[in-house]
């Protein structure tokens, strides 16, 4: 189970920190994540991290302003948004999955179709 918290109305350039609590999953050797969806468009993947190491992935669109991180001990992922834009408003779900494969130093992280546990969304709306 996967409950995400944290979204909410925030004025450009303003920051938020979403939460996901994971339960009932054995996340030692897994990827969890954040993936988002505007009004009108697709899945959009945002941010993964690999639970077995650690290594983390950001969309082009995200680099420099978000950061994912894990607190091992609250079985809690975390989404720091900072800078956020208008294009940034969508609701944001937190996702788990199999562990990402790694090949000849290349991270191989999955689409949304490879993650098989979803929250519930949160909303974030960036606005003035």
């Known amino acids: 189970q996967l409950v995400e918290s944290g979204g909410g109305l925030v004025q450009p350039g303003g920051s938020l920190r979403l939460s996901c609590v994971v339960s009932?999953?054995?996340?030692?050797?897994?990827?969890i994540g954040w993936f988002r969806q505007a009004p009108g468009r697709g899945s959009e993947r945002v941010s993964l991290?690999?639970?077995?190491?650690?290594?983390?992935y950001y969309a082009d669109s995200v680099k420099g302003r978000f950061a994912i991180s894990r607190d091992h001990a609250k079985s809690t992922v975390y989404l720091q948004m900072n800078n956020l834009q208008p294009e940034d408003t969508a609701t944001y779900y937190c996702?788990?999955?199999?562990?990402?494969?790694?090949?000849?130093?290349?991270?191989?992280?999955?689409?949304?179709?490879?993650?098989?546990?979803w929250g519930q969304g949160t909303r974030v709306t960036v606005s003035s």
């Open positions: 991290i690999s639970t077995s190491d650690e290594s983390t």
């Open positions: 009932g999953v054995a996340v030692e050797f897994y990827t």
């Open positions: 996702a788990s999955g199999p562990a990402t494969p790694y090949y000849g130093g290349t991270y191989y992280w999955a689409e949304a179709g490879g993650f098989d546990s």
